[in-house]
């Protein structure tokens, strides 16, 4: 591997770490933080999801922490322990993000739905990324120049995933803070704030993501713009 290559490794391994440490710092902060409304996440996402008149999304716990999601495919909405019975401004924001990723579905918002359609290709190009190099690397079938090619093309679909991403969480955030503030599940400045921190560092491991695929698609692109592909 190349000095390149290996700073450009700790380079972005540094920035997604930072990112995922800073949302876990936050989070933790304002999860000491009760609303004054006192509702419970597991409330606040049955009431929005009321709200909106979508009636078919199962609303289910689980143990993993901050892996909360929305699984389109089974229309389930996924909330941690901490977030499904919590009741601070960092419980409730995560949950309201997860509702607006639900209600982007129910309007067919147009980047989760090419999300949606470039998961099965996104799987495979990261299968790809990870296990190439080993592959190149111990048997020697794929010369320089195509398996940076591969390489490339591979990158640069897990980026356009990144990217198209970003619309995506970034909307849902959007919704959630306006959403909490207009339903009166968050009433004072520092709930407020809490909710759209803990939004705003979890927006930041999105950003961390399209940065280093960015940065990996260039760094196996430049070598065929520059004519050094022969290597």
């Not at 093309?153 to 970034?170: D, H």
């Amino acid at each position: 591997m190349s000095p390149i290559f290996i700073l450009l490794f700790v380079l972005t391994l540094a920035i997604s770490l930072g990112a995922a440490w800073r949302v876990k710092r936050v989070y933790h902060q304002y999860s000491q933080m009760p609303v004054s409304s006192g509702a419970r996440g597991v409330e606040v996402a049955a009431q929005i999801l009321e709200r909106a008149s979508i009636h078919d999304v199962e609303i289910v716990e689980h143990n993993e922490m901050l892996g909360d999601h929305y699984d389109p495919i089974h229309k389930r909405l996924v909330l941690s322990s901490q977030n499904y019975h919590g009741n601070s401004a960092a419980a409730l924001g995560v949950v309201a993000h997860e509702c607006g990723h639900a209600i982007q579905h129910q309007i067919a918002y147009a980047p989760l739905k090419w999300r949606m359609a470039a998961v099965g290709a996104t799987n495979f190009a990261s299968q790809i990324v990870m296990w190439l190099p080993l592959l190149g690397m111990f048997t020697g079938l794929l010369s320089g120049y195509t398996g940076m090619m591969i390489m490339a093309v591979a990158w640069g679909v897990i980026m356009l995933f990144n990217l198209v991403t970003l619309p995506v969480e970034f909307d849902a955030s959007r919704r959630a803070k306006t959403i909490l503030s207009g339903m009166g599940f968050v009433g004072t400045a520092d709930e407020a704030l809490g909710v759209r921190k803990v939004l705003d560092a979890a927006g930041w491991t999105y950003v961390a993501a399209f940065v280093t695929s960015l940065v990996y698609f260039l760094a196996h692109l430049l070598p065929f713009l520059t004519g050094r592909n022969d290597d």
